[in-house]
Each structure stands twice: as structure tokens, then as C-alpha cells.
């Protein structure tokens, strides 16, 4: 792939010239990627995706698009589609007259708008939808003409800001996987903004964690998931257990941590400072087993279940160990067995399972 399509080169953010929004963005996206830039309110994602729309301007570096830097140019001539939370869709227009808005703009043909039009209509399953007004659609339906919009005058790249944002979560399940769908079949590039972790997962090639104005780690949905590089990123992306204590040694690429009022366990020396470091080690609670035979695996302690949470195709027990709290996540076996609060359990994981982090 061509790993060059669009690149974003030293790009910061001031507001105020003083704190940074966003601090030294180095980023190449591919050409036909699906990217997703993942991270809580206020970490800089948001206002790198404004940059590149155009609606906002770098306080330094450059932007790339296809070659050309756009960092100067006016949104309208960078050749983006864009997609909203809130559709922004013209409500006095029927849904043709807002797909054709952005055709004319371009002085395309009227004929040229007529089967752009119907061609995207039909390519989001809306195609007897044409003469209907905004407010006479659902909310799913909005949000496909506002994604028809973005697709009909072939834009370069499309860019996506919160777009699902204001679905309830079927609905919202059922347009991850259309927008999948419709990605993997146009070959379109897209940049996609959320704070949904699991929306990351499911549509991305690639996700960009930010937190800070900085990009925390970056790769494949199952690399941050596996593969967290630190203690923000298995803490923000999936669910995971992150055992609090202290670093007591290291042999080779496993580690020992003392957890306070458990004992030592041991881990993968994934990025760990030096010997009595705070340190925490993220385990995923799919990864706790139960009932393990005490000398089957390095890390086996009976603990005290707090809670038991029933959700349908799974169970999660709420443990204490030591001073930590640990989630265990079981399939829904339908066997009818019952763990009470209060009793207790044997659990236990593989030391690689475990990935131990700098808690700084």
C-alpha cells in the first residue's frame, strides 16, 4: 500500500499559545485504509480531524494529501467528504437536492449530478428515498444520506466525526457494519473519530490511540488489543484488569510484581521501569481461568468473590486479590452453576497473559 496517501508531518495546536492540543503529530495513512482515531474527550483527536477537514488551522507542521500539502487550503478545495454526528443535513431540501448540493458546487453537470445521485442513493439502500424531506427520515436513515453525501463526488478521502454517535446500540451495530461494508467494496480512504473503543475494533485497519495530543500506540485492532504498550492503552482499549504493585526483579522478557496483601506474580516485562517501580500489570479478564490445578500455572491464588455480574452470553466475577480488584470473564455455559458473593475461588493465568507496565 501506499503508505504516503496522507501524511501528517511535526502538525501541532495551540489554542492559547501556551498548552498544546496537539503536540508534534507524525502520522502516514494508506491509500484505501480505514483508520480510526480512538481516545477520551479532550486527548486531540477530534482537533486533528478539524485540521484536516480544513475547519481548523495548524499552528505548526503540514498536512499531505495525495502529494500536495492542504494545510492552506479552504475546505472546500481539498476534495474531502465529511460525516457528522449530527448529519448536518439541510432540512428545506429533499434527500436529492442535499446529495446534489455538493455536485453543483462543483459545477458538475446537471446530467452527471442526475446518476451520481441515484447511483449513491441506491448504494446505501435509499433509493426510493429521493423526495423526501430530512425530518420525514430515522435517525439511521439521516445518517445514511449524510453518508451518501460525503461519497457522491468521489472525494479523495472521507473523513467521520462521531457519525454514530446519536444511534441507539442496534441501530449503531447495524451502521458499523454497513459503513464496513460500503469501505471494503469503494476502496475509499477513511479517517474515523470516536471514543467508542469497541467501534474501533470492529471497522478499523488501524487504530491511532491518542490521549494528551499524543499518539499512545498505533496499529491493528489486534495489536492494541494483544499487545498494549502502556498502562493508558490497556486501560482504554477492551477491558482489562490492571493489578497495582511494585517490580521486584526481572529474568529475561518475565518479571516478577509484588501485589500489595497478595504476593508475587509473575508477567511479560512488556515496559517496565526499574526495580522498585510502581508497576501494573494488565490482564485481560477472558485470560483468568477457574478451578486451574495449583501446579498447572505460575500464577494461582484463591480469592474472595465480591460480585458476580449475569450478562447474557457471559458471567463476570468481581474478585479481591490483595488490594487489587480482579474481573473474571465466563462463557455462559447454561449448566446452572452459581458462584455466591462471599464464597471463594481458585483462579489462575499464564505468566505471557499478564503484561506488566510502568504505572507512571
Known amino acids: 500500500m501506499?503508505?504516503?496517501?496522507?501524511?501528517?508531518?511535526?502538525?501541532?495546536?495551540?489554542?492559547?499559545?501556551?498548552?498544546?492540543?496537539?503536540?508534534?503529530?507524525?502520522?502516514?495513512?494508506?491509500?484505501?485504509?480505514?483508520?480510526?482515531?480512538?481516545?477520551?474527550?479532550?486527548?486531540?483527536?477530534?482537533t486533528t480531524l478539524m485540521m484536516l477537514a480544513g475547519f481548523e488551522v495548524p499552528t505548526?507542521?503540514?498536512?499531505?494529501?495525495?502529494?500536495?500539502?492542504?494545510?492552506?487550503?479552504?475546505?472546500?478545495k481539498r476534495d474531502i467528504g465529511m460525516v457528522f454526528q449530527n448529519y448536518a443535513l439541510f432540512p428545506h431540501m429533499t434527500v436529492e437536492e442535499n446529495l446534489a448540493f455538493p455536485l453543483k458546487v462543483r459545477n458538475i453537470s446537471k446530467g452527471d449530478i442526475e446518476t451520481k445521485v441515484k447511483r449513491t442513493l441506491d448504494m446505501?439502500?435509499?433509493?426510493?428515498?429521493?423526495?423526501?424531506?430530512?425530518?420525514?427520515?430515522?435517525?439511521?436513515?439521516?445518517q445514511r444520506v449524510?453518508?451518501?453525501?460525503?461519497?457522491?463526488?468521489?472525494?479523495?478521502?472521507?473523513?467521520?466525526?462521531?457519525?454514530?454517535?446519536?444511534?441507539?446500540?442496534?441501530?449503531?451495530?447495524?451502521?458499523?457494519?454497513?459503513?464496513?461494508?460500503?469501505?471494503?467494496?469503494?476502496g475509499v480512504t477513511i479517517v474515523y473519530v470516536t471514543h467508542d473503543q469497541g467501534e474501533a475494533l470492529t471497522m478499523s485497519d488501524r487504530?491511532?490511540?491518542?490521549?494528551?495530543?499524543?499518539?499512545?500506540?498505533?496499529?491493528?485492532?489486534s495489536d492494541l488489543y494483544e499487545h498494549p504498550q502502556n498502562a493508558f492503552v490497556a486501560r482504554f482499549v477492551g477491558d482489562n484488569n490492571l493489578l497495582r504493585g511494585t517490580l521486584v526483579s526481572r529474568e529475561g522478557s518475565n518479571c516478577s510484581v509484588e501485589l500489595e496483601g497478595a504476593g508475587a506474580i509473575k508477567a511479560l516485562a512488556v515496559n517496565i521501569g526499574a526495580v522498585g517501580h510502581p508497576t501494573v500489570v494488565a490482564l485481560r479478564p477472558e485470560r483468568v481461568m477457574l478451578n486451574p490445578e495449583s501446579d498447572s500455572l505460575p500464577?494461582?491464588?484463591?480469592?474472595?468473590?465480591?460480585?458476580?455480574?449475569?450478562?447474557?452470553?457471559?458471567?463476570?466475577?468481581r474478585a479481591a486479590i490483595g488490594g487489587n480488584t480482579l474481573e473474571v470473564k465466563l462463557p455462559n455455559s447454561g449448566n446452572g452453576?452459581?458462584?455466591?458473593?462471599?464464597?471463594?475461588?481458585?483462579?489462575?493465568?499464564?505468566?505471557?497473559d499478564g503484561r506488566a507496565l510502568d504505572a507512571h
Open 124 to 142: 446505501v439502500q435509499l433509493g426510493s428515498f429521493g423526495k423526501r424531506l430530512p425530518a420525514q427520515l430515522s435517525g439511521g436513515q439521516q
Open 146 to 186: 449524510a453518508l451518501a453525501r460525503a461519497l457522491c463526488f468521489d472525494p479523495k478521502l472521507v473523513l467521520m466525526d462521531e457519525p454514530l454517535g446519536a444511534l441507539d446500540k442496534q441501530l449503531r451495530d447495524q451502521m458499523q457494519h454497513e459503513i464496513r461494508q460500503l469501505h471494503q467494496a469503494l
Open 60 to 76: 505548526h507542521g503540514r498536512i499531505l494529501l495525495d502529494g500536495r500539502p492542504i494545510d492552506k487550503l479552504p475546505p472546500h
Open 299 to 317: 500464577n494461582v491464588f484463591d480469592v474472595l468473590v465480591e460480585d458476580l455480574i449475569y450478562l447474557g452470553d457471559h458471567v463476570r466475577i
Open 2 to 46: 501506499d503508505e504516503s496517501f496522507l501524511t501528517f508531518s511535526d502538525v501541532q495546536k495551540t489554542y492559547d499559545g501556551k498548552s498544546l492540543v496537539v503536540k508534534k503529530l507524525n502520522l502516514d495513512i494508506a491509500r484505501g485504509e480505514f483508520l480510526t482515531m480512538l481516545g477520551p474527550s479532550g486527548s486531540g483527536k477530534t
Open 207 to 221: 487504530i491511532a490511540v491518542f490521549n494528551d495530543g499524543i499518539v499512545q500506540q498505533l496499529g491493528p485492532p
Open 337 to 352: 452453576e452459581r458462584i455466591a458473593p462471599g464464597a471463594r475461588i481458585r483462579i489462575g493465568w499464564k505468566a505471557h
